[in-house]
């Protein structure tokens, strides 16, 4: 996994993801609602009074796993240099 994780490219790349979903949760959180259109049907309004079950799973779900990329991220950095730095001792 260590090995998988120092390369350059995943610790940006979760980084930017973890950065991106944390917001997308937080802003639904601070708004209270966002909107769902299903492919064949007229738009809904998700929010805690109309259908609080799925809004706190999205709004929490985007939270955890922006957090988690995050994360991801740090150790992947963590990992990266520690990969460079064995490399050139």
């Not at 120092?6 to 708004?31: E, N, W």
């Not at 009074?49 to 992947?76: D, E, Q, R, S």
Request: proline residues 6%; aromatic residues 18%; glycine residues 8%.
């Amino acid at each position: 996994m260590q090995r998988l994780l120092a390369y350059p490219v995943v610790a940006p790349f979760f980084f930017i993801f973890g950065l991106t979903f944390s917001q997308f949760g937080y802003a639904y959180l601070k708004r209270g609602s966002f909107q769902y259109t299903p492919e064949h049907g007229p738009a809904q309004i998700i929010s805690p009074a109309t259908n609080a079950a799925v809004y706190w799973m999205v709004t929490g779900g985007l939270l955890t796993v922006g957090t988690l990329f995050v994360a991801i991220a740090v150790y992947a950095a963590v990992c990266l240099f520690r990969a460079r730095r064995t490399k050139n001792t």
